[in-house]
Protein backbone atom coordinates (compact mmCIF):
# COMPACT_ATOMS: atom_id res chain seq x y z
CA UNK A 1 0.00 0.00 0.00
CA UNK A 2 1.18 3.63 -0.90
CA UNK A 3 0.65 6.49 1.41
CA UNK A 4 0.69 10.01 0.41
CA UNK A 5 3.76 11.57 1.96
CA UNK A 6 3.40 14.78 4.03
CA UNK A 7 5.82 17.12 2.43
CA UNK A 8 4.79 20.76 1.36
CA UNK A 9 6.99 22.52 -0.47
CA UNK A 10 6.42 26.51 -0.23
CA UNK A 11 6.35 28.16 -3.58
CA UNK A 12 6.93 31.91 -3.93
CA UNK A 13 5.53 32.23 -7.37
CA UNK A 14 1.86 31.00 -8.39
CA UNK A 15 2.94 29.19 -11.33
CA UNK A 16 4.50 25.74 -10.78
CA UNK A 17 4.20 22.24 -12.71
CA UNK A 18 2.47 23.60 -15.01
CA UNK A 19 -0.53 24.67 -12.84
CA UNK A 20 -1.31 28.49 -12.19
CA UNK A 21 -3.00 29.52 -9.21
CA UNK A 22 -4.93 32.77 -7.94
CA UNK A 23 -7.05 34.29 -5.43
CA UNK A 24 -9.75 37.11 -6.08
CA UNK A 25 -12.84 38.50 -4.09
CA UNK A 26 -16.41 39.33 -6.16
CA UNK A 27 -15.08 43.39 -5.62
CA UNK A 28 -12.44 45.26 -4.15
CA UNK A 29 -14.12 47.60 -1.26
CA UNK A 30 -16.95 46.53 0.74
CA UNK A 31 -19.19 48.52 3.17
CA UNK A 32 -19.69 47.59 6.98
CA UNK A 33 -21.38 44.22 7.09
CA UNK A 34 -21.15 43.35 3.83
CA UNK A 35 -20.34 39.47 2.45
CA UNK A 36 -16.82 38.38 1.41
CA UNK A 37 -16.96 36.19 -1.70
CA UNK A 38 -13.62 34.31 -2.51
CA UNK A 39 -12.52 32.83 -5.71
CA UNK A 40 -9.47 30.48 -5.85
CA UNK A 41 -8.48 29.24 -9.18
CA UNK A 42 -6.22 26.32 -9.88
CA UNK A 43 -5.36 25.71 -13.76
CA UNK A 44 -3.91 23.36 -16.21
CA UNK A 45 -1.54 25.82 -18.00
CA UNK A 46 0.26 22.65 -19.83
CA UNK A 47 -0.80 20.72 -23.39
CA UNK A 48 -1.50 17.70 -21.59
CA UNK A 49 -4.27 16.69 -18.97
CA UNK A 50 -2.63 16.93 -15.87
CA UNK A 51 -3.57 14.64 -12.68
CA UNK A 52 -3.10 16.11 -8.80
CA UNK A 53 -4.01 14.36 -5.54
CA UNK A 54 -4.91 15.60 -2.89
CA UNK A 55 -5.29 14.77 1.00
CA UNK A 56 -8.48 14.68 1.74
CA UNK A 57 -12.03 15.09 -0.35
CA UNK A 58 -13.34 18.02 1.23
CA UNK A 59 -10.65 20.10 2.65
CA UNK A 60 -6.59 20.49 2.18
CA UNK A 61 -7.41 21.90 -1.55
CA UNK A 62 -7.72 25.05 -1.82
CA UNK A 63 -7.54 27.27 1.89
CA UNK A 64 -7.02 31.18 2.76
CA UNK A 65 -5.98 33.29 5.50
CA UNK A 66 -7.97 36.14 6.19
CA UNK A 67 -5.36 38.84 8.37
CA UNK A 68 -5.10 35.95 11.29
CA UNK A 69 -7.62 33.57 10.34
CA UNK A 70 -6.37 30.32 8.57
CA UNK A 71 -9.82 28.51 7.05
CA UNK A 72 -7.22 25.26 7.32
CA UNK A 73 -7.38 25.57 11.22
CA UNK A 74 -10.56 23.99 10.84
CA UNK A 75 -10.85 21.82 7.59
CA UNK A 76 -7.23 19.81 7.88
CA UNK A 77 -8.50 16.16 6.90
CA UNK A 78 -5.71 13.73 6.63
CA UNK A 79 -7.66 10.63 6.20
CA UNK A 80 -8.64 10.53 2.38
CA UNK A 81 -7.31 10.76 -0.97
CA UNK A 82 -8.59 11.96 -4.16
CA UNK A 83 -7.11 12.05 -7.71
CA UNK A 84 -8.24 14.88 -9.75
CA UNK A 85 -8.07 15.44 -13.42
CA UNK A 86 -7.12 18.72 -15.36
CA UNK A 87 -7.68 18.82 -19.03
CA UNK A 88 -5.87 21.36 -20.42
CA UNK A 89 -7.21 25.00 -19.71
CA UNK A 90 -9.52 23.50 -17.36
CA UNK A 91 -9.88 25.01 -14.27
CA UNK A 92 -10.41 23.96 -10.78
CA UNK A 93 -12.58 26.48 -8.91
CA UNK A 94 -13.05 27.16 -5.49
CA UNK A 95 -15.64 29.54 -3.87
CA UNK A 96 -16.13 30.45 0.02
CA UNK A 97 -18.85 32.99 1.48
CA UNK A 98 -17.74 35.25 4.73
CA UNK A 99 -20.35 36.72 6.47
CA UNK A 100 -18.94 39.14 8.75
CA UNK A 101 -22.10 38.53 11.17
CA UNK A 102 -20.97 34.81 11.23
CA UNK A 103 -17.35 35.50 11.28
CA UNK A 104 -16.76 38.42 13.13
CA UNK A 105 -14.18 39.09 10.25
CA UNK A 106 -12.63 41.74 9.20
CA UNK A 107 -10.76 42.00 12.56
CA UNK A 108 -9.28 45.25 12.09
CA UNK A 109 -9.79 48.78 10.07
CA UNK A 110 -6.97 48.29 8.06
CA UNK A 111 -5.98 46.76 4.48
CA UNK A 112 -7.35 43.61 4.59
CA UNK A 113 -4.70 40.64 3.27
CA UNK A 114 -5.88 37.81 2.51
CA UNK A 115 -3.72 35.04 0.93
CA UNK A 116 -5.11 32.45 -0.85
CA UNK A 117 -3.48 28.49 -0.74
CA UNK A 118 -3.44 25.79 -2.93
CA UNK A 119 -2.36 22.20 -1.83
CA UNK A 120 -2.22 18.74 -4.23
CA UNK A 121 0.91 16.81 -5.22
CA UNK A 122 1.93 14.68 -8.44
CA UNK A 123 1.46 11.59 -7.53
CA UNK A 124 0.59 9.06 -4.18
CA UNK A 125 3.87 9.21 -3.43
CA UNK A 126 5.45 12.20 -3.82
CA UNK A 127 5.03 15.33 -1.23
CA UNK A 128 2.83 17.77 -1.51
CA UNK A 129 3.56 21.65 -3.65
CA UNK A 130 2.02 24.84 -1.85
CA UNK A 131 0.96 27.48 -4.29
CA UNK A 132 -0.14 31.06 -3.33
CA UNK A 133 -1.20 34.29 -4.09
CA UNK A 134 -2.08 36.89 -2.26
CA UNK A 135 -4.92 39.71 -2.68
CA UNK A 136 -6.25 42.95 -1.01
CA UNK A 137 -9.21 44.72 -0.02
CA UNK A 138 -10.89 47.62 1.39
CA UNK A 139 -13.54 46.54 4.42
CA UNK A 140 -14.07 48.08 8.14
CA UNK A 141 -13.74 45.83 11.32
CA UNK A 142 -17.00 44.20 11.85
CA UNK A 143 -18.57 44.59 15.08
CA UNK A 144 -19.99 41.40 16.10
CA UNK A 145 -19.87 37.37 15.21
CA UNK A 146 -21.10 33.80 16.71
CA UNK A 147 -19.40 32.10 19.38
CA UNK A 148 -19.10 28.71 20.49
CA UNK A 149 -20.24 28.64 24.26
CA UNK A 150 -19.78 25.05 26.72
CA UNK A 151 -20.77 25.22 30.07
CA UNK A 152 -21.94 23.29 33.08
CA UNK A 153 -25.60 22.77 33.47
CA UNK A 154 -25.51 23.83 37.28
CA UNK A 155 -24.07 27.41 36.37
CA UNK A 156 -26.38 28.30 33.96
CA UNK A 157 -27.55 30.56 36.17
CA UNK A 158 -24.16 32.49 36.14
CA UNK A 159 -23.52 31.97 32.51
CA UNK A 160 -27.29 34.18 32.10
CA UNK A 161 -25.27 36.93 33.73
CA UNK A 162 -22.92 36.87 30.87
CA UNK A 163 -25.17 36.42 28.00
CA UNK A 164 -26.72 39.62 29.60
CA UNK A 165 -24.09 41.48 30.17
CA UNK A 166 -23.04 40.49 25.84
CA UNK A 167 -26.83 41.39 25.30
CA UNK A 168 -26.26 37.64 23.30
CA UNK A 169 -29.15 36.01 20.94
CA UNK A 170 -28.89 31.94 21.82
CA UNK A 171 -29.07 30.38 17.79
CA UNK A 172 -29.42 26.88 19.44
CA UNK A 173 -28.56 25.20 22.52
CA UNK A 174 -28.29 21.55 23.06
CA UNK A 175 -27.11 19.14 25.90
CA UNK A 176 -23.66 17.93 24.64
CA UNK A 177 -22.20 15.02 27.29
CA UNK A 178 -22.42 14.69 30.70
CA UNK A 179 -23.65 17.63 32.40
CA UNK A 180 -22.31 20.16 29.61
CA UNK A 181 -24.93 22.49 27.51
CA UNK A 182 -23.42 23.84 24.12
CA UNK A 183 -24.64 27.00 22.93
CA UNK A 184 -24.03 29.01 19.95
CA UNK A 185 -24.14 33.05 20.41
CA UNK A 186 -24.88 35.51 18.40
CA UNK A 187 -22.74 39.13 19.07
CA UNK A 188 -23.71 42.09 18.26
CA UNK A 189 -22.29 45.70 18.67
CA UNK A 190 -18.91 44.05 19.91
CA UNK A 191 -16.29 42.50 18.50
CA UNK A 192 -16.01 38.73 18.80
CA UNK A 193 -12.29 39.43 19.85
CA UNK A 194 -12.73 41.12 22.37
CA UNK A 195 -15.27 38.72 24.12
CA UNK A 196 -13.00 36.54 23.66
CA UNK A 197 -10.14 37.62 25.28
CA UNK A 198 -12.47 39.03 28.36
CA UNK A 199 -14.25 35.33 28.26
CA UNK A 200 -12.28 32.27 27.23
CA UNK A 201 -11.07 32.28 30.73
CA UNK A 202 -13.88 33.07 32.78
CA UNK A 203 -14.42 30.06 35.26
CA UNK A 204 -18.32 30.02 34.62
CA UNK A 205 -17.41 28.78 31.29
CA UNK A 206 -16.13 25.23 29.78
CA UNK A 207 -15.12 26.46 26.79
CA UNK A 208 -15.52 29.38 24.33
CA UNK A 209 -14.14 29.72 20.41
CA UNK A 210 -14.95 31.18 17.70
CA UNK A 211 -17.63 30.13 14.83
CA UNK A 212 -15.13 30.63 11.77
CA UNK A 213 -15.81 26.84 10.62
CA UNK A 214 -15.05 27.80 6.99
CA UNK A 215 -15.88 25.55 4.14
CA UNK A 216 -16.23 25.82 0.05
CA UNK A 217 -19.41 26.99 -0.63
CA UNK A 218 -19.17 25.33 -4.20
CA UNK A 219 -16.42 24.08 -5.87
CA UNK A 220 -16.53 23.67 -10.04
CA UNK A 221 -14.30 22.80 -13.07
CA UNK A 222 -14.58 24.34 -16.12
CA UNK A 223 -12.46 24.55 -19.43
CA UNK A 224 -11.40 27.88 -21.09
CA UNK A 225 -13.32 26.65 -24.63
CA UNK A 226 -12.10 30.11 -26.74
CA UNK A 227 -8.14 29.32 -25.32
CA UNK A 228 -8.74 25.72 -26.46
CA UNK A 229 -10.55 26.25 -29.94
CA UNK A 230 -8.08 28.88 -31.07
CA UNK A 231 -5.74 25.84 -31.79
CA UNK A 232 -5.86 22.25 -33.00
CA UNK A 233 -5.53 19.91 -30.26
CA UNK A 234 -6.19 16.43 -29.21
CA UNK A 235 -6.55 15.91 -25.51
CA UNK A 236 -5.60 12.98 -23.27
CA UNK A 237 -8.83 10.81 -22.74
CA UNK A 238 -9.97 11.18 -19.13
CA UNK A 239 -10.38 9.24 -17.00
CA UNK A 240 -7.21 7.46 -17.92
CA UNK A 241 -6.98 4.28 -16.91
CA UNK A 242 -10.72 3.37 -17.63
CA UNK A 243 -13.25 0.60 -17.28
CA UNK A 244 -14.98 1.13 -20.16
CA UNK A 245 -16.58 4.40 -20.54
CA UNK A 246 -13.92 6.98 -21.25
CA UNK A 247 -13.86 10.85 -23.03
CA UNK A 248 -11.88 11.96 -25.72
CA UNK A 249 -11.79 16.05 -25.96
CA UNK A 250 -10.16 17.76 -29.10
CA UNK A 251 -10.52 21.30 -30.69
CA UNK A 252 -10.28 22.87 -34.34
CA UNK A 253 -10.13 26.34 -34.95
CA UNK A 254 -11.25 26.02 -38.44
CA UNK A 255 -13.68 23.89 -40.41
CA UNK A 256 -12.15 20.31 -40.61
CA UNK A 257 -12.39 16.92 -41.67
CA UNK A 258 -12.05 15.02 -38.05
CA UNK A 259 -11.11 11.10 -38.19
CA UNK A 260 -10.63 10.32 -34.60
CA UNK A 261 -9.96 6.28 -34.44
CA UNK A 262 -8.53 3.91 -32.33
CA UNK A 263 -5.23 1.32 -33.06
CA UNK A 264 -4.43 -1.62 -30.58
CA UNK A 265 -0.92 -2.05 -29.51
CA UNK A 266 -0.25 -4.11 -32.41
CA UNK A 267 -0.96 -0.95 -34.55
CA UNK A 268 -4.70 -2.77 -35.56
CA UNK A 269 -7.49 -0.20 -35.98
CA UNK A 270 -10.43 -1.35 -33.49
CA UNK A 271 -12.80 1.93 -33.30
CA UNK A 272 -13.31 4.63 -35.63
CA UNK A 273 -15.13 7.06 -33.00
CA UNK A 274 -15.63 9.76 -35.51
CA UNK A 275 -15.25 10.41 -39.13
CA UNK A 276 -16.43 13.52 -40.34
CA UNK A 277 -16.83 17.28 -41.06
CA UNK A 278 -16.88 19.55 -37.74
CA UNK A 279 -17.05 23.58 -37.72
CA UNK A 280 -14.50 25.60 -35.55
CA UNK A 281 -14.91 23.93 -31.87
CA UNK A 282 -14.12 21.96 -28.60
CA UNK A 283 -15.60 18.61 -29.00
CA UNK A 284 -16.24 15.74 -26.45
CA UNK A 285 -16.45 11.82 -27.55
CA UNK A 286 -17.71 9.41 -25.44
CA UNK A 287 -15.95 6.27 -26.15
CA UNK A 288 -17.24 2.67 -24.55
CA UNK A 289 -14.26 0.17 -25.01
CA UNK A 290 -16.83 -2.55 -23.12
CA UNK A 291 -16.15 -5.50 -25.84
CA UNK A 292 -12.09 -4.65 -26.21
CA UNK A 293 -9.72 -6.86 -23.54
CA UNK A 294 -7.51 -4.85 -21.12
CA UNK A 295 -4.57 -3.63 -22.64
CA UNK A 296 -2.76 -0.06 -24.44
CA UNK A 297 -4.40 1.47 -27.18
CA UNK A 298 -3.96 4.37 -28.50
CA UNK A 299 -5.51 7.29 -29.77
CA UNK A 300 -5.05 9.27 -33.27
CA UNK A 301 -6.20 12.29 -34.47
CA UNK A 302 -6.16 13.16 -38.16
CA UNK A 303 -7.30 16.84 -39.08
CA UNK A 304 -7.25 18.43 -42.54
CA UNK A 305 -8.46 22.05 -42.51
CA UNK A 306 -11.22 22.12 -45.42
CA UNK A 307 -10.62 25.59 -46.52
CA UNK A 308 -6.76 25.98 -44.94
CA UNK A 309 -5.67 22.87 -45.62
CA UNK A 310 -3.69 22.46 -42.60
CA UNK A 311 -3.09 19.17 -42.01
CA UNK A 312 -2.56 18.35 -37.66
CA UNK A 313 -2.08 14.28 -36.39
CA UNK A 314 -1.79 13.72 -33.17
CA UNK A 315 -2.09 10.51 -30.50
CA UNK A 316 -2.41 9.86 -27.12
CA UNK A 317 -2.10 6.54 -25.31
CA UNK A 318 -5.09 5.22 -23.30
CA UNK A 319 -5.41 2.23 -20.80
CA UNK A 320 -8.28 -0.03 -20.27
CA UNK A 321 -7.78 -2.23 -17.20
CA UNK A 322 -10.73 -4.10 -16.59
Avoid at 41 to 70: G, H, L, P, R, V
Avoid at 155 to 168: N, P, R, S
Avoid at 205 to 222: A, H, V
Wanted: overall charge negative.
Amino acid sequence: MKYLVILIVTLSQITYSQISFTINSDKPIYGYGEPIILTAKAKNISTDTKTIWFSCTSSMQAEYKFNNYYSGNWTGCWTAIEEVNLLPNQTRKYEWLIDPKVFGLPDNDKVQTIVGLFFYADSLSSGYYELRDTLSIKAPKYYGGQLDVYFVDSLAHEVDQIKQELGAEILSSQDFILDLVREVWQITGTSVDSVMNLYSNDSRLYYMNYKRQSSYSSITTSVDEELLASKFYLSQNYPNPFNPNTVVSFSVPTDSKVKLEVFNILGQSVNVLLNEEKSAGTYEIAWNADNLPSGIYFVSIKAIGLFSKVNFTDVKKAVLLK
